[in-house]
């Protein structure tokens, strides 16, 4: 089919080659539309179905069909009810005017009963069926009454089947008519809710039994053709079910249709194995089909008129719209019609949902903005507003009931503004004091010098008060807006992660399972949710391996050459029992390890020292080393120096970026307490990617890098966290290498050794003198060699953290698979 905007691109005389199929498109879609709105919209179709309901019959002569119809229809759609009661009396008409009576007869029969015993049901859906089977049986032993004047054994039997088939057939309208009401289905159809359809299309076909055109029987040209219909869109399982459950009914409506039971079971079978070949392979399937079980019927005539039914089914298949057969295979689980349109749902919900997210993403953002820009413009003349308030409130007090008030401020304003302004500012500065010569001149001009000045005292309270106050609201609107704007891009980041698709490695799933078992390695199940360098995730279910290990060993180092950098074991979920299957996943391995060391002593050789220290895996790939040191000792410095380190461990692991935290971190730690606690914080950012470093140092001291016989000192000039609300955190980078050792500590081991004048110089030369490169070791000594400069006395709280780079080298070897292609 040509693009519909093919003709945008066509030379002006060719349009109208395109313009026919343009039309006939747009009519077959309002014809289908049409035919939608007449037959679903408006009800039609019910009164079509009633009609073939109304005249089946089930062993030639019960009608079981008519009364859970049309209850099923009054049940679900009201409105719809009298049209579905003219379908079945018309129907019921065509066998009789008995017949048509009492379909009549028994509805509304029943009308009455539910209507009135409504008020007492609590769930009228379950009651439904009893009142339908009860109806229906009573009513046909008085019919049967009536008609001889006796009620027979055979009778009741009879009637038994028929009430029990109303009460079968009523669950199972249930299930089945709202999916020819509604015009937009969005759910897909259950097992037991297909299972009724096929039930409801055989049993409205039973209607069309004795119809034939042409000495072709309608029924089983019908038949055959929902076969190839199910075949085709659902496989040889359903299309089975459809052929057993269709003939059976067909069976149960007429004995001498019993064979085509088997016809119609094994047509759907080889129509669904062949429908690899499209409708022609469903198509050949049941012509296989009907050579195979037609040569059991009753001879070369009867052999000779199958055929011709089922060429008459398969052409009334192959004339089926491809737009109709996709539209229903859309709602059975398993086609892959219901496939894409599952995905496709999927991928609305995860764009909504990305889309939500970002809306967050920008309203916090939004907010973040707004409260920073009310600090990026400040008031014009601010201070000199702030010091006509003051003196107006100095003035109202004092000069306001004074007799020389014209003499100063009408004919000496200048002088004495800017005398009481240079007063106000050397009280402010002195602590309330002012100097001698500042006295006499006030004294000179002023008749009420004390007085002045106990009244600049009690004001400058309140304004140094209000100084504080709007001290602390610009403080906190910065850490509020900080925190808001590092929410946003958290928010922002997680939007973009839910719109990566996941991508289909169907052909790359195929290729490692082929690789693994030409080495003689079974494996059940692959899954590949990402081959992105450095970020591989792959899923595997094995055989129960009894404890060998092969998947570290063996399957680990394959997959290590097959995508060309190193896959390592992540999880493994081993069988309980020896026939089961491992469930096992696999990670990229990163290309640099860490390898940590502590050691610390607390104050006095106490318990509880106020030094803290963490080491924090994060996303990524990325690991955070962190000391704090509380101010002072003890238990209250413990606290602070943890509390550090658990908030900042928090939001970190959230997703937030250093600085950002860091200052968060430092605005709580400052708006906590009015308490002058402090805490220092000594972080340390490594990539495990390239073994990248970041250094944000808050009052610490400094960190040392040992490479081979060279020390590197990393120091960055920062207040300890809590004394100051904004700040900036200076970031020291340095790029590590594999074999780096690199040494933490707290001020109490850096300034630790007695009689020491450069601290630098004396722990360079201690870092140089170890013989050791073990993390732990290198913590142990240097603590040692700080508390024996000592005296062996522990003056202060002291920790030392100790990392060794190295290179993530694997266990195991990579083994090379020669017929594969890496994928890297």
């Known amino acids: ?13 060719e349009v109208n080659l395109h313009t026919p199929k343009w039309n006939f498109n747009y009519g077959f879609k309002k014809l289908q539309f049409l035919l939608e709105s007449f037959f679903i919209k408006k009800g039609f179709l019910l009164l079509i179905v009633g009609f073939l309901l109304g005249r089946a019959l089930i062993l030639a002569k019960l009608t079981p069909f008519s009364l859970p119809f049309f209850a099923a229809v009054y049940f679900i759609k009201k409105d ?23 379909t009549f007869i028994v509805t509304f029969l029943f009308l009455f009963i539910y209507r009135i015993s409504q008020k007492w049901l609590n769930n009228e859906m379950r009651a439904l069926p ?18 001889s004047r006796a009620i027979t054994l055979y009778d009741v039997m009879m009637v038994g089947v028929q009430a029990s088939l109303a009460f079968i057939l009523t669950m199972i309208f249930l299930q089945s008519i709202p999916l020819l009401t509604a015009n937009k289905r969005r ?21 069309t039994i004795g119809w034939k055109v042409y000495d072709l029987s309608l029924e089983h040209v019908l038949s055959r053709y929902l076969v190839l219909v199910f075949s085709f869109i659902a496989g040889a399982t359903v299309g089975s079910t459809v052929g057993v459950v269709t003939g059976l009914i067909f069976s149960l409506a007429s004995v001498s249709s019993f064979y085509h039971m088997s016809l119609l079971a094994f047509s759907g079978v080889l129509g669904g194995l062949l429908k690899e070949g499209k409708k022609i392979g469903v198509s050949v399937g049941l012509f296989i089909a009907t050579l195979l079980i037609g040569m059991y019927g009753e001879g070369g005539g009867s052999l000779l008129l199958t055929i011709y039914e089922t060429a008459a089914a398969i052409c009334l298949f192959l004339l089926t719209p491809q737009s109709l057969t996709s539209r229903l295979a859309k709602y059975i689980p398993g086609t892959p019609e219901h496939m894409a349109e599952q995905q496709k749902y999927m991928r609305k919900m995860r764009d909504v949902t990305a889309q939500r997210v970002s809306q967050f993403s920008n309203v916090f953002h939004a907010l973040s903005k707004s409260f920073s820009q009310t600090d990026a413009f400040p008031v014009e003349n ?13 003035t109202e007090k004092t000069c306001q009931t004074c007799f020389k008030k014209e003499q100063c401020w009408a004919k000496n304003f200048s002088t004495t503004y800017a005398c009481m302004e240079e007063i106000i500012h050397e009280m402010d500065q002195n602590d309330g004091n002012i100097s001698l010569r500042m006295s006499r001149e006030w004294e000179k001009l002023c008749s009420r010098p004390k007085k002045v000045y106990e009244t600049i005292a009690q004001e400058l309270t309140f304004y140094q008060a209000n100084i504080k106050l709007k001290k602390k609201v610009h403080e906190s609107r910065k850490l509020v807006a900080d925190q808001l704007l590092g929410v946003s891009e958290v928010m922002n980041n997680f939007a973009k992660e839910i719109q990566r698709e996941r991508e289909n490695y169907y052909k790359q799933e195929e290729q490692i399972m082929e690789a693994m078992q030409g080495f003689g390695i079974h494996i059940e199940q692959v899954e590949i949710y990402s081959l992105e360098p450095g970020n591989v995730d792959i899923e595997m279910s094995v055989p129960f391996c009894n404890g060998h290990g092969e998947c570290e060993k063996l399957i680990a180092p394959m997959l290590s050459d097959i995508l060309g950098e190193t896959i390592v074991v992540r999880l493994e979920e ?9 469930h096992v996943v696999f990670r990229s391995s990163k290309a640099y390890t860490v390898d940590t060391g502590v050691a610390h002593a607390a104050k006095d050789g106490g318990l509880v020292s106020g030094d803290s220290h963490s080491t924090i895996e994060l996303g990524l790939g990325k690991m955070a080393l962190a000391i704090s040191d509380g101010m002072g000792n003890g238990e209250r410095a413990h606290y602070e120096s943890d509390e550090t380190l658990k908030l900042l461990q928090k939001i970190l692991q959230s997703g937030i970026e250093e600085k950002i935290a860091i200052k968060s971190v430092n605005s709580i730690l400052s708006l906590r307490t009015t308490d002058e606690i402090f805490s220092t914080l000594d972080l340390a950012m490594i990539d495990l990617k390239n073994a990248s470093a970041k250094f944000l140092k808050i009052g610490s001291t400094p960190s040392f890098i040992k490479r081979g016989k060279k020390v590197i000192k990393i120091q960055a000039s920062n207040l300890p966290m809590g004394i100051l609300q904004d700040f900036e955190v200076d970031v020291v980078d340095e790029q590590l290498k594999a074999g780096d050792l690199l040494i933490m500590m707290s001020d109490g081991v850096f300034e630790g050794p007695k009689h020491v004048e450069n601290y630098d110089l004396w722990m360079k030369r201690k870092i140089l003198e170890l013989e050791t490169d073990d993390p732990q070791e290198v913590a142990d000594l240097i603590l040692e060699d700080v508390i024996r400069s000592k005296s062996e006395i522990i003056d202060d709280d002291m920790t030392v953290m100790v990392a060794k780079i190295r290179h993530n080298t694997p266990k195991w070897a990579t083994i090379p698979v020669q017929k594969m292609k890496r994928q890297a």
């Open 574 to 582: 081993c069988a309980t029992y020896s026939n089961g299957f491992c």
């Open 80 to 102: 719809r009810a009298p049209l579905a009661l003219i379908g079945l009396v018309t129907g019921a008409a065509t066998l009789s005017l008995g017949n048509a009576a009492f």
């Open 187 to 207: 759910q897909l159809l259950k097992t037991e809710e297909i299972v009724c359809l096929i039930i409801m299309l055989a049993s409205i076909m039973t209607g």
């Open 130 to 147: 009893f009142f339908v089977g009860i109806i229906l049986g009573l009513s046909k032993l008085a019919e049967a009454f009536i008609l």
């Open 1 to 13: 089919m040509e693009k519909p905007n093919a003709s945008l691109i066509e030379p002006i005389g």
């Open 382 to 394: 601010e201070d000199e507003r702030e010091m006509d308030y003051f003196m107006s409130h100095v």
